[in-house]
Nanobody, 130 residues
Framework: QPQLVESGGGSVQPGGSLRLSCAAS????????IGWFRQSPGKGREPVSC????????YYTNPVKGRATIARDVAENTVHLEMNSLKPEDTADYYC???????????????????????WGQGTQVTVSS
């Protein structure tokens, strides 16, 4: 079974940084787009960032634009999301997902929901507070 496992979450002070990881097993990310989503209480899963694994094409939604970098690690079959200048509003459970339908990671990503993303991880919690 294809699986994604997120890690790297934790509790940080405002202005701090975290590097989240999304490790794939049971399949290669080679053919996929990978997305990061987040969910806070009472809200649906919101898109954060995505990339085309092979091509390196990346997208960021406005709340994290300029504060996040998504990148792949081919040797580890893993995608990372590095976030800096963290704000309390970044507090959420962060999930990664994969899709073979590459257009889901496009200029429309900021407006997208969770539909079309085939494989999901279990989430990693990020808490930003004083």
């Amino acid at each position: 079974q294809p699986q994604l496992v997120e890690s790297g979450g934790g509790s940080v002070q405002p202005g701090g940084s975290l590097r989240l990881s999304c490790a794939a097993s049971g399949f290669s990310l080679d053919r996929y787009a990978i997305g990061w989503f987040r969910q806070s209480p009472g809200k649906g899963r919101e898109p954060v960032s995505c990339m085309w694994y092979n091509q390196g094409l990346t997208y960021y939604t406005n709340p994290v634009k300029g504060r996040a970098t998504i990148a792949r690690d081919v040797a580890e079959n893993t995608v990372h999301l590095e976030m800096n200048s963290l704000k309390p509003e970044d507090t959420a459970d962060y999930y990664c997902a994969a899709t073979l339908n590459m257009p889901y990671c496009s200029s429309t990503f900021y407006n997208s929901g969770v539909r079309g993303w085939d494989v999901w991880g279990q989430g990693t919690q990020v808490t930003v507070s004083s």
